[in-house]
T-cell receptor
Framework: LAKTTQPISMDSYEGQEVNITCSHN???????ITWYQQFPSQGPRFIIQ???TKVTNEVASLFIPADRKSSTLSLPRVSLSDTAVYYC?????????????FGKGTRLSVIA | GAGVSQSPSNKVTEKGKDVELRCDPI?????LYWYRQRLGQGLEFLIY????????KSGLPSDRFSAERTGESVSTLTIQRTQQEDSAVYLC?????????FGPGTRLTVL
């Protein structure tokens, strides 16, 4: 399993762009990078997934450099409701027997 | 369509009792995970089922913990002789491709 490292916590003011970087030096060729968001008292939910370069959806952007040893989740103009824990996972997208597991995540606190 | 459901939503038990937690995954999802999340902590992987393969039990913390899954449907997580340190939210997720869909969790409190 590719191990991931991300900051334990981050603070931001409302309206700012937030970038959370995840390191995954041992990422394998078949691995995708996936980010999840977890609000208090809820299970995590999928935000975005990518393999290389840049992916953008209505919630966030994901930047992946050419060597794929890190990735950056970018949240534009955060609001108080973006306060949550953000998890970075790496793993293959196939039907193999390797489970995807969560690390400790990054606790984002958005301040008014 | 229906998401992942878990029952009960809350369970309070006395130390030493056995508990059984249930997870109903999304239909057609062959992969199913159980996680434990203590207050203020990250997700702790417990067990993983993938189709008809032998489950990956590497995350189970002790032999008091066990889980079963009937085919590609319901799964139950059983904790025997519960201890106070077992108090946590137990989350179930089913997976398609690289995305896991989580249930609301069962909050277990061991008195």
């Amino acid at each position: 399993l590719a191990k991931t490292t991300q900051p334990i916590s981050m603070d931001s003011y409302e309206g700012q762009e937030v970038n959370i970087t995840c390191s995954h030096n041992n990422i394998a060729t078949n691995d995708y990078i996936t980010w999840y968001q977890q609000f208090p008292s809820q299970g995590p939910r999928f935000i975005i997934q990518g393999y290389k370069t840049k992916v953008t959806n209505e919630v966030a952007s994901l930047f992946i450099p050419a060597d794929r040893k890190s990735s950056t989740l970018s949240l534009p103009r955060v609001s108080l409701s973006d306060t949550a824990v953000y998890y970075c996972l790496v793993g293959d997208s196939g039907w193999g027997n390797t489970p995807l597991v969560f690390g400790k995540g990054t606790r984002l606190s958005v301040i008014a | 369509g229906a998401g992942v459901s878990q029952s009960p939503s809350n369970k309070v038990t006395e130390k030493g009792k056995d508990v059984e937690l249930r997870c109903d995954p999304i239909s057609g999802h062959t992969a199913l995970y159980w996680y434990r999340q203590r207050l203020g902590q990250g997700l702790e992987f417990l067990i993983y089922f993938q189709g008809n393969s032998a489950p990956d039990k590497s995350g189970l913390p002790s032999d008091r913990f066990s889980a079963e899954r009937t085919g590609e449907s319901v799964s139950t997580l059983t904790i025997q002789r519960t201890q106070q340190e077992d108090s946590a939210v137990y989350l179930c997720a089913s997976r398609v491709s690289n995305e896991q869909f989580f249930g609301p969790g069962t909050r277990l409190t061991v008195l």
